[in-house]
């Protein structure tokens, strides 16, 4: 059983930055695929990114790309969001997923077995 804890949520301004952490537990972290999803009030979760086990490839939601970027530190079991050029509109909570096919790169909900209990970001503007 591996389990997800997002933290590093919070409430800051728009144009601010912020780091988002998901630390893992399990010897067999380190070869998940890893994605972060996203869910505003009264909207569906959606994808925001997710990479390969190793960050050998990752993709990105379009409204992300540039400002986002995940990264992972197989030493540590964490995976980290850093978003900059934050928007009201990126305002939600925050999920880490995991899936054991490390090499799986997939913005589809259903393809990640394990997931966290979420972090609130708030944007205001």
């Known amino acids: 059983q591996v389990q997800l804890v997002e933290s590093g949520g919070g409430l800051v301004q728009s144009g601010d930055s912020l780091r988002l952490s998901c630390a893992g537990s399990?010897?067999?972290?380190?070869?998940?695929?890893m994605g972060w999803f996203r869910q505003a009030p009264g909207k569906e979760r959606e994808f925001v990114t997710a990479?390969?086990?190793?960050?050998?490839?990752?993709l990105y939601a379009d409204s992300v790309k540039g400002r986002f970027t995940i990264s992972k530190d197989n030493s540590k079991n964490t995976v980290y969001l850093r978003m900059s050029s934050l928007k009201p509109e990126d305002t939600a909570v925050y999920y880490c997923a995991a899936t054991t096919n490390g090499y799986l790169i997939t913005a589809v909900a259903g393809n990640y077995a394990y997931w966290g209990q979420g972090t609130q970001v708030t944007v205001s503007s």
């Open positions: 990479m390969t086990w190793n960050g050998g490839r990752t």
């Open positions: 399990g010897r067999t972290f380190s070869s998940y695929a």
